[in-house]
């Protein structure tokens, strides 16, 4: 359950999920993640609502009022990077799974990223990104992000092959320690290594949507993903690691 009674011990993992006009998908999505998390042992969950304008919020109502999950709004469309930043800033897990909120992620692949930072030790990753290895898109999507990637790899070659996974599990505060811009989202593997965290991939399952919209123009996406791809190169440049520290 979300919401945990007084004394209990803290959340280790939240999961924050953006949305925008998914009301059909809200609650399905819901149930799978309180399913797909359950072994893992005290969560919570976060939908951040990016200025719907259909029912979302009043489809989530009852499970907010269940303590089911913790409902933040933003008062007019922000974009899905600030979405995610509200989540995880409001969040009280140490850990962080996000996951996109139309269904075509499988929060039954949460476990398997948690899986390679649950011992905690020297080498855990920072970032565990989901890697999509059979896209269930119509053909043009598949092909414009497939370009995309291939573009984005020879300027960042940060070993991610599908930064449009919206599936990814992080390190709460190394993610808040990050310069935030419009189009993070899309960058967090080379964004994690530029400043020095270990990063992993793991492959997941992709499913084809079967309720609501896609809010996304191949076109329209690929002009800004040119400009923000440039802006991340100038960044991972000029970024210097911070110098280890004695606290004596």
């Known amino acids: 359950m979300s919401a945990l009674p007084e004394g209990r011990p803290p959340v280790r993992l939240s999961v924050v999920v953006p949305v925008f006009?998914?009301?059909e998908n809200v609650l399905p999505l819901l149930e799978e993640i309180e399913r797909g998390v359950a072994a893992l042992g005290a969560f919570e969950v976060i939908f951040v609502d990016d200025g719907s304008?259909?029912?979302?919020?009043?489809?989530?109502?009852?499970?907010?009022?269940?303590?089911?999950?913790?409902?933040?709004?933003?008062v007019r469309r922000s974009g899905q990077s600030a979405a995610v930043r509200t989540g995880v800033k409001a969040a009280r897990g140490e850990w962080v799974a996000t996951l996109d909120g139309d269904g075509q992620n499988d929060p039954a692949d949460i476990p398997n990223l948690f899986a390679l930072v649950a011992d905690g030790g020297p080498d855990t990753p920072m970032l565990v990104g989901g890697l999509r290895k059979k896209r269930r898109d119509i053909l043009s999507k598949r092909l414009a992000s497939k370009f995309a990637n291939a573009v984005r790899q020879s300027f960042l070659q940060d070993g991610c092959t599908d930064s449009g996974c919206g599936l990814k599990?992080?390190?709460?505060?190394?993610f808040l320690d990050l310069p935030f811009f419009g189009a993070m989202h899309r960058f967090l593997p080379a964004l994690f290594k530029a400043h020095g965290h270990p990063v992993a991939y793991v492959p997941v399952n992709h499913r084809p949507r079967e309720r609501g919209v896609s809010k996304y123009n191949n076109w329209r996406r690929g002009l800004i993903g040119v400009v923000d791809l440039?802006?991340?190169?100038w960044l991972k440049r000029r970024t210097a690691l911070s110098p280890a520290v004695e606290d004596r």
């Open 21 to 23: 006009n998914e009301a």
């Open 53 to 74: 304008s259909d029912d979302t919020v009043a489809r989530l109502a009852p499970a907010v009022a269940a303590g089911r999950l913790r409902l933040l709004r933003h």
């Open 169 to 174: 599990l992080f390190r709460r505060d190394a």
């Open 230 to 233: 440039l802006g991340v190169y």
